[in-house]
């Protein structure tokens, strides 16, 4: 059968299947289970059909804050998918007035270790339901697909054994979409220029060297994704379940 890792959309542009990496633990992730996406409450008409209908999407975990949610919209709740707000903490971009004001001397990954660590219990919760395969499949999506979701994708990934190497490659392949992702944003959001103006310069972007800056940091403070997972309360049994059920 022949699988496409990126889903062709109309309003996303960034829906992309996370199966067919190979894993240590044996096997590799299933097609078709679980999707890494920008905000869905931009998903058309046809859009709508590829996600609910052909790809059978039941859960969607929306990861963006409650100012962001009013602001440009949620997710069409006439398409019949359980929705579940976890709004992780987030002071790398989508904050407008910075509680704390030497974010804007970090590196992209340091940025990326504070949202990881101030919102850790959140990501706790959205790893907890996504790794549920009672709710499979399952799509987990932020504004732009790029940080809160690339953040949580790479934890997923790390669980279920994936290597560092396609981690990395997962949260680059965000690359392409970068140029619409960046003018949608400020047509939504206009503001967001004047927080993005103090961050580092290639905040809009996905550059590699944030995830595996990011990576490095898990493993010297957590020993790695399970480590940081387990601290902030994922329960065992449920990386456990994620590698039964996600690993074929």
Request: proline letters at 5%; a negative charge.
């Amino acid at each position: 059968m022949n699988h496409q890792r990126r889903i062709p959309l109309e309003g996303c542009v960034n829906f992309r299947d996370m199966g067919g990496y190979a894993s240590s633990l044996g096997g590799t992730t299933k097609w078709g289970m679980l999707f890494r996406a920008d905000s869905l409450h931009r998903l058309s008409p046809a859009d709508a059909e590829v996600v609910a209908s052909r790809l059978g999407v039941r859960t969607a975990v929306d990861l963006r804050a409650n100012d962001e949610r009013e602001r440009v919209g949620v997710l069409d709740p006439t398409l019949g998918i359980v929705e579940h707000h976890v709004g992780t903490t987030d002071r790398t971009m989508h904050t407008y007035e910075r509680p704390d004001p030497d974010l804007a001397s970090r590196s992209f990954g340091q940025l990326y270790e504070n949202m990881i660590s101030s919102g850790g219990e959140r990501f706790a919760a959205a790893i907890e339901v996504v790794a549920d395969p009672d709710q499979w499949p399952t799509a987990f999506f932020c504004m732009a697909g790029k940080d809160r979701t690339g953040c949580l994708a790479a934890m997923i990934l790390g669980l279920a054994g994936v290597s560092r190497q396609d981690i990395v490659g997962d949260y680059a392949a965000t690359a392409p979409a970068v140029p619409a992702i960046r003018e949608r944003s400020l047509a939504e959001l206009p503001d967001m220029a004047k927080v993005w103006a103090k961050l580092p310069d290639d905040i809009t972007n996905a550059p590699i060297s944030a995830i595996t800056e990011l990576l490095d940091i898990v493993d010297d403070r957590w020993g790695g994704l399970e480590g940081y997972a387990l601290e902030f309360g994922v329960k065992p049994q449920t990386i456990e379940r994620l590698r039964a059920s996600f690993l074929v």
